[in-house]
């Protein structure tokens, strides 16, 4: 029996991260990051000094990453570890954000993480959330949905965020990156940013969570 597979994709601050915590702990299915993994890729070579369109070096370090993910408690983001070392917030930062945004335009390296993300699918289920999940990865899916929502509302979002962690940032300057991430990210040639063909859209603007934790869990359930 295939094991299934929710993909959630979508752009930075849809709330994909949120949903796909909320939608795993209800179903007892696994979480796949795949941000995650282009963060890690990104951090590691900002460590090692390898530049973002070095694609082969890149692609090497990708596909021999040291990580780790640990479930924690409830409510509570899962820890990530490179090389043992915690970096669930060095991974986080804008900076990270935007190199990962970077190296995931190469080829290469989604040709190195590519198994590696498929090897997050074990029964019971996969919730997988990125921007390629539905259509690149996991084409064979039973359950794909595309969240949305306006720019102006994820710079809110991310305003309130980075507000809460004691960062200093304007919503303008964050606009202004998300516009930016989301041109590349939807603009690259190697599978950019979009909506499969069977993928379910849910617009969250105007959403609270738990309407739209709803809406997917009864698309799980149809
Ligand atoms: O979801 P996120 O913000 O953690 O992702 C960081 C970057 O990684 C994003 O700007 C584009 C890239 N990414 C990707 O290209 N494909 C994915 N499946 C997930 C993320």
């Not at 986080?92 to 080829?107: I, Q």
């Not at 991310?158 to 930016?180: N, P, S, T």
Request: hydrophobic content about 45%; glycine content about 6%; proline content about 4%.
């Amino acid at each position: 029996m295939t094991v299934p597979v929710l993909c959630i994709d979508g752009p930075s601050g849809s709330g994909k991260g949120t949903i796909t915590q909320l939608v795993a702990q209800k179903l007892g299915w696994t979480i796949l990051d795949s941000g995650a993994l282009y963060r890690l890729t990104a951090l590691s070579a900002e460590r090692q000094g390898i530049a973002c369109n070095d694609a082969l070096s890149l692609a090497s370090l990708a596909a021999t990453l040291d990580i780790e993910f640990v479930a924690s408690a409830y409510g509570e983001p899962v820890k990530v570890l490179l090389e043992s070392e915690d970096v669930t917030q060095a991974i986080r930062l804008e900076t990270t954000g935007n190199n990962a945004s970077k190296v995931a335009v190469l080829p290469e390296v989604r040709a190195a993480l590519l198994q590696r993300q498929r090897d997050f699918r074990q029964a019971p289920g996969l919730v997988a959330d990125g921007r390629d999940m539905g259509t690149v990865v996991f084409p064979d899916a039973p359950f794909k949905v595309f969240l949305t929502a306006s720019a102006q509302a994820r710079a809110e979002r991310r305003f309130q965020q980075l507000k809460a962690q004691g960062e200093d940032v304007r919503i303008a300057h964050l606009l202004k990156e998300i516009e930016e991430r989301d041109a590349r990210d939807m603009g690259r040639k190697a599978a950019p940013l979009k909506a499969a063909d069977d993928a379910v859209t849910i617009d969250t603007t105007a959403h609270s969570i738990e309407k739209v934790l709803e809406n997917v869990l009864a698309i799980v359930s149809r």
